[in-house]
Structure formats: structure tokens, C-alpha cells
């Protein structure tokens, strides 16, 4: 079984982004990131923090806005419409999920798709859709298809099977997996709450992404021996012995299933860093193609 270190993937794509961000402050442009964080929420706090953090060390113009959780729709809006006519800013992100008055698709919407880093812009969903290169692809499944490749693992007419149908994850996890040529040509089947006999399709995968939210959801008896297994899950379950009380679990029972894979990720330390680090790229990818 191989283990597949995210952290020393993202390690990689980081020194990538380091590079084309020299190249582009040759040329006077410095690529620009705004981290939008309503409310006071922990984990969208500590997310924030995280991705501005790796911004700011990568050379990134770092700038974190941070609104009360009594933020209005229209402040929200006024915020995204600023950050759109600023030239300095190529990629803006509204941190998920924010308080529940806030329409979160509408402000989506307002986000210019040129700036949507997320790749939640129904522009963005819609080129992906279409095999359209120039969009933006969501950063976690952007990082999963980049662990495959790291991985070497074979994708082209590979059986995959994305556990989940959210659009933040499964579902452009899909399309990458199945869309034309390098990185996709996969055969994939989409499970959901809805599907029936589900141990019985994931038995059936080369390779199963998880991301349903359920922590030790994959068990042994769900994978059979010789599959990859990308767990995208990060589920806090209570853990007297750890220092905060809880620890960070996946969707995958990884006691059991690891030994049964060709190759698997761990969490923490899987999934999890390739997100920022593909947020940081699509940052630079905007600036790039601002500057072209
Ligand atoms: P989500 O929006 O809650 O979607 C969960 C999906 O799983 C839904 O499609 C749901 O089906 C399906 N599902 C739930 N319970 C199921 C069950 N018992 N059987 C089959 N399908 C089931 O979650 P998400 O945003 O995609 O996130 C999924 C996990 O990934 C979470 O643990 C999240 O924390 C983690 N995550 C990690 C990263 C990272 O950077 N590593 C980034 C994003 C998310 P329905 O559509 O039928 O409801």
C-alpha cells in the first residue's frame, strides 16, 4: 500500500506557483487574492486564516475582509462589486458557509467569473461542463485529480467512483474524472443518499473518491483489494485524549481499507493541503490571464 502525502504534493505545486509568480513580478504584477469571511464561525475562521497565511508567504497581495455576522445581503454585495473593480485583486473568495440570512448562491453570481478562484461561478460550472480550459475548477477536486496524476496513477478507462454529488466536490469531481484527455477518460459512476446498494458500486472501483461527510463511511468490506482511495472527508469526532477534545477523521474507515489499496491519503495531511494550494494556483492563473 502506498500512503499518497498531500502534504508533499502541495509542497510541489507551491514551488510551481512561487515560480510563475516570479515571472509575473517581472513584469510589475503582483497577483491578488481577497479572503471574504462573514461571521465568527471556527472552521471558516481557521480556513481564512490558513489560506491568507499561504498567500502572504507565497507573495501573494493578501487581503482578508472580515465582516460582522450581522453583515448584510447588500454589504456583502457592495464588498464583491469593490473587489471586482479592483485592479489589484485577481481572485476573490467568499469563505462557506456563510450566516444563514446571506443568499450565498446570489453572491456567487455577483463574483466576476474572471475572479471566481473557487470555480463556483455558474460560468465556471458551466465551462467545466463543457471541457472549456479557460474557467476555473474547483479547488478540491482540482487537488484530488492532481494527487491521482502525482500518484501515477492510471486515470484514462479507470472504473471511478465519486462518493458524494455536492457541487463543491463530488460533482466537478465527476466531470474532471470523465471529461476528454489528460487527467480524465474515467468511467464514472456518482453515489448519493439516494443510490441503492452502494458497497456493491464501490466494490466495482479502480479508484473511489470519498465526500459524503460521514466519518469511517468506506469500510474494508466496501473496497476491494488494489483500489486507490482519495478521502476527502474532514469530520471532527470526539477524542478525550487529543488536546482539543476532538480529532480530524475521513469518510474512510482507514485501519481497515488501507491495507486492501493500491494506494490511499490520509487525514489530515491528504486532500486537505492540495485545496489551498490549487486556490493559490487558480489565484495565479487569474493573474496570468489578466496580464495576457
Ligand atoms: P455535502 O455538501 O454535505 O455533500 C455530501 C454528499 O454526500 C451529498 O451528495 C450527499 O447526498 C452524500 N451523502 C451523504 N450521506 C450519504 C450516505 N449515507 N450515503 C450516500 N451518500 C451520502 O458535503 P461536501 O461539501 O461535499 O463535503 C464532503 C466532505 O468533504 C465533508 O467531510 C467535508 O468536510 C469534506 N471537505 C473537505 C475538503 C478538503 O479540503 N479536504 C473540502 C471540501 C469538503 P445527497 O446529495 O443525496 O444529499
Redesign the pocket.
Known sequence: MKLINGTEIAKKVHEETRRRIATLQARGITPGLAVVLVGDDPASTAYVRSKDKRAAELGIHSLKHELPSSATQSDLLALVECLNADPAIHGILVQSPPPLHIDEAAIVRAIDPRKDVDGFHPVNVAKLALDDPTGFVP??PL?CQRLLVEAGVQIAGARAVV????????KPMALLLMAKGSGGDATVTV?????RD?AAITREADILI?????PG?VTADMVRAGTVVID????RVDDPTAAKGYRLV??VDFDAVAPKCAAITP?PG???P???AMLMANTVTAAERCAA
Open positions: 479547488c478540491t487537488g462518493l458524494g454529488r455536492s457541487m463543491i466536490v463530488g453515489v448519493h443518499s439516494r443510490s452502494i470519498a465526500a459524503i461527510g460521514r463511511f476527502v472527508g474532514i469530520n475521513g469518510d487525514v491528504g486532500v486537505g492540495m485545496t489551498i
